[in-house]
């Protein structure tokens, strides 16, 4: 990664955190190198990231990084106070999203947060004409299929998961959604 990746990565990152509750257990969906996990520290309480780049299984401190793709990946069985997808859904092609929201809210406490963010379709230029100057090393770029940000909600749309925050960040390129399970589970 090079410097301006890191940045549009913290940014990213920062504009999360208010939303990962001190001590929560999250999940880090397409966590690359764990990022989330050290930028944040001791505020988490235990993290979980899956990642189909990885080559290795890493265990550091609260948290751990496995190879592999959501959810076949996960062996872990108890819910989640948070799940990010951080700059993940453009990434997914479109006959899987809604089983990712699906198995997503499957993994999520009642009252637990889903944390989305995605990047606007301008970005690509941008980001492609970055990658060819150089400035930044595009991670992943050719998997992104055109995905529209106002896709999000169509995806999370469910009775059990409300949108209690959305916002654009980083001069309007990016999207911020963040859904609440409903508590009581007997709505869907």
């Not at 189909?52 to 069985?77: A, D, N, Y």
């Not at 499957?106 to 990047?119: A, F, S, Y």
Request: net charge negative; hydrophobic share 45%.
């Amino acid at each position: 990664m090079k410097a301006l990746d890191r940045i549009l990565q913290r940014w990213r990152i920062a504009k999360v955190r208010p939303f990962i509750p001190f001590g929560a257990r999250v999940l880090d969906i397409g966590c690359g190198d764990g990022a989330l996990f050290r930028l944040l520290g001791n505020h988490i309480g235990e993290g979980i990231g899956l990642d189909p780049t990885l080559s290795s299984h890493v265990q550091e401190g609260g948290f751990e990084l496995i190879p592999g793709k959501f959810p076949e990946g996960l062996t872990e069985t108890d819910p989640f106070d948070v799940i990010t997808l951080l700059a993940i859904l453009e990434h997914i092609p479109e006959s899987q999203q809604h089983a990712l929201a699906e198995n997503c809210v499957l993994r999520l406490k009642p009252g637990g947060l889903l944390v989305v963010t995605t990047p606007s379709p301008h970005v690509d230029h941008i980001l492609n004409l970055l990658l060819a100057l150089r400035i930044i090393d595009g991670m992943s770029l050719m998997e992104h299929h055109g995905f529209d940000p106002r896709q999000t909600l169509a995806i999370f749309s469910m009775p059990i998961l409300t949108l209690v925050k959305f916002a654009k960040f980083q001069f309007g390129l990016n999207n911020l959604f963040v859904f609440k399970k409903a508590i009581d589970e007997m709505i869907h």
